[in-house]
């Protein structure tokens, strides 16, 4: 909900009231004619992330951390929410004076309490620590990763924004930031996640510390990464026992996990072509599912704005099998040269052959199957 109010700030900002949960702050208006309204105003405010933030105060509401770190604040919203809507004591920081000043004015405004720190972010993480910590800048996390698994007690949280590196859509600038090679496939929304995750695990590792995934997911225009960090060696090892590549054919749609750090050459079994490997990345599960039932059942109980969309995804996150890849059944039913049935007939008649197989919140087209991919090919294109 949003309300235009006669507030600025010493800059001459004009400001309207924001509503999200149960917390209003003030942020700038912003221009709608543009093409990116966000980025037509200084101080960063993206109404289309509120669901994100809603996740981010259910999750916090059942890990119950000690305190919590808002290290990109903007307006302070995030922050904010969190110090009014799950009562955890808070510290928002930003490096930019102007952020500072609004984030200040809305503390005022709401009368919450919140430690506010103009920092930079690495050097703030590198000098104290916080239970909790959440990244959320413009863009690529990259360059705050190293710092942010350092100032970490317990649990990390990373968004990122630039799905097209992770993704393989600008594959060089996806490989200089993840040091990863990523692959533009039908998958390559979950590409996406995994090259991050294994970019964070491979920089919390060095520091003989390993990485739980609580609740990681994509949606439209970024990847969110919830992280439990775990203490010692043992779990650094264990950590990067689930790193691995995903090797592709790029002539049909066969794909394979390997496991390991360092990529092999390989064949694909159905067509004879050479597989190129994706990674290195995760290859394991990426939530843990009594973390999403929890949030499941909590976000029925709360007055959310995302509400319909969450459940939805949640009730969808719930049924979705861990493996590390889905088929696009629509773009295999192009290449079968039919037309695609319904989903439902799809999932049946690969229950049917004895395989698990579910839906993915990555694509409302896709499947998540063990099954061999001639089963999978044989459920689309069966003629009853």
Request: hydrophobic residues 40%.
């Amino acid at each position: 909900m949003y309300k235009f109010c006669a507030l600025q700030l010493n800059s001459a900002m004009e400001l309207v009231e924001a509503r999200e949960g149960s917390t209003t702050v003030l942020v700038p208006v912003q221009d709608d004619t543009t093409q990116f309204p966000p980025g037509s105003v200084p101080i960063f405010f993206n109404r289309r992330m509120e669901m994100n933030r809603d996740i981010t105060i259910l999750l916090l509401s059942i890990l119950e951390p000690s305190d919590y770190l808002d290290a990109m604040g903007a307006t302070g919203i995030r922050g904010l929410r969190v110090a009014a809507e799950c009562k955890i004591p808070v510290t928002i920081s930003d490096r930019d004076p102007a952020a500072i000043e609004l984030i200040t004015k809305n503390r005022d405004h709401t009368g919450l309490p919140a430690d506010i720190v103009m920092r930079d972010v690495n050097a703030l993480l590198t000098e104290q620590s916080f239970d909790a910590v959440d990244l959320d800048p413009f863009g690529t996390p990259a360059m705050f990763i190293d710092a942010a698994v350092r100032g970490t007690r317990r649990f990390l949280f990373v968004t990122a924004t630039d799905t097209a590196p992770l993704c393989g859509a600008h594959l060089k600038a996806g490989i200089r930031r993840y040091g990863a090679v990523p692959m533009n496939t039908e998958y390559h929304s979950e590409v996406g996640l995994r090259i991050l995750l294994g970019y964070v695990v491979r920089e919390t590792v060095k520091y003989d510390r390993g990485v739980e995934p609580l609740f990681c997911y994509a949606r439209e225009h970024f990847v969110r990464l919830h992280l439990r960090i775990l203490r010692g060696a043992q779990s650094a090892d264990d950590t990067l026992k689930h790193m691995g590549f995903i090797h592709q054919c790029r002539k049909c749609p066969y794909r394979e996990e390997q496991p390991g750090l360092l990529a092999h050459d390989r064949t694909c079994p159905d067509c004879g072509e050479p597989l190129q490997p994706t990674g290195p990345l995760w290859l394991g599960s990426i939530r843990k599912n009594e973390i999403v039932r929890d949030l499941r059942n909590l976000a029925d109980a709360r007055d959310l704005g995302s509400k319909k969309d969450l459940v939805k995804l949640l009730d969808t996150c719930i049924e979705e099998l861990a493996t590390s890849t889905f088929y696009d059944y629509h773009e295999l039913a192009k290449l079968l040269g039919c037309s695609p049935p319904n989903i439902a007939v799809v999932l049946d008649r690969i229950r049917s052959r004895g395989y698990a197989v579910s839906r993915t919140h990555f694509s409302g087209y896709g499947i998540k199957t063990e099954a061999p991919l001639g089963v999978i090919l044989d459920a689309i294109n069966a003629r009853q």
